[in-house]
């Protein structure tokens, strides 16, 4: 039973344009939530956080909008860029931290 | 400015045979976590530790697995007996605080765990 949930296996964007990952998650409990990058072979790694008293957290080209209402989190990324090629792990706390299955962003030249 | 620190990357261990994973955390940071994930899945959560305390194992088979996190050294994840199906990659990330606090987990880059 997953309460975390990334619906899109992949998705690939044109370089400069808007990516936008979702996240929908079931446990109204969950209070922080978190996106997580992750290259080949290498740990992921932190990228942004939002807490649930929050619906907008910006860090340079990097946003991510919280919708309570619609248990609904995205990231979006804009510009893309070839470098931001890689998986995003959505993840959300109630006393531990629970991952998405990830997305695989691909940008295209 | 070490991060999370875990040996071995690479790990190959015959069905039956033991596994021992090791992970040092980020310097000032008291609470470690294993995560688990498996070809084309997720991160799946296995444990999270304090020195010398496990505190939540509910994502830890109950046989053959076992973690500790001693006063002294690195934290160990244990797989005894090992089968096909422990074939994963296992990732240890720390944080300073406990999970109340909104602090993001920093992770290692994984110990790779073949059973053959």
């Known amino acids: 039973d997953q309460q975390v949930k990334q619906n899109s296996p992949s998705l690939s964007v044109q370089e400069g344009r808007i990516s936008i990952l979702n996240c929908d998650y079931t446990n109204s409990m969950f209070d922080y939530f978190l996106w997580y990058k992750k290259y080949p072979a290498e740990g992921p790694t932190f990228l942004i956080s939002?807490?649930?008293?929050?619906d907008k957290n910006e860090d340079g080209r990097f946003t991510v909008f919280l919708n309570k209402s619609a248990k609904h989190l995205s990231l979006h990324i804009v510009p893309s860029q070839p470098g931001d090629s890689a998986v995003y792990f959505c993840?959300?706390?109630?006393?531990?931290?629970?991952f998405g299955k990830g997305t695989r962003l691909h940008i295209l030249p | 400015n070490a991060g999370v620190m875990q040996n071995p990357r690479h790990l190959v261990r015959r069905r039956g045979q033991e596994a021992r994973l090791r992970c040092s955390p980020m310097?000032?940071?008291?609470?470690v976590y294993w995560y688990r994930q498996l070809p084309e899945e997720g991160l799946k959560f296995m444990v999270y530790?304090?020195?010398?305390?496990?505190?939540?194992e509910s994502g830890m088979p109950k046989e053959r697995f076992s973690a500790e996190f001693p006063k002294e050294g690195p934290s160990i994840l244990r797989i005894q007996q090992v089968v096909r199906g422990d074939s994963a990659a296992y990732f240890c990330?720390?944080?300073?605080?406990?999970?109340?606090?909104?602090?993001?987990?920093?992770f290692g880059n994984g110990t790779r765990l073949t059973v053959t």
């Open positions: 939002i807490s649930s008293i929050k």
């Open positions: 990330a720390s944080s300073p605080d406990t999970p109340q606090y909104n602090s993001p987990l920093h």
């Open positions: 310097k000032g940071h008291s609470h």
């Open positions: 993840a959300a706390r109630d006393d531990k931290i629970i």
């Open positions: 530790l304090q020195k010398e305390n496990i505190i939540d």
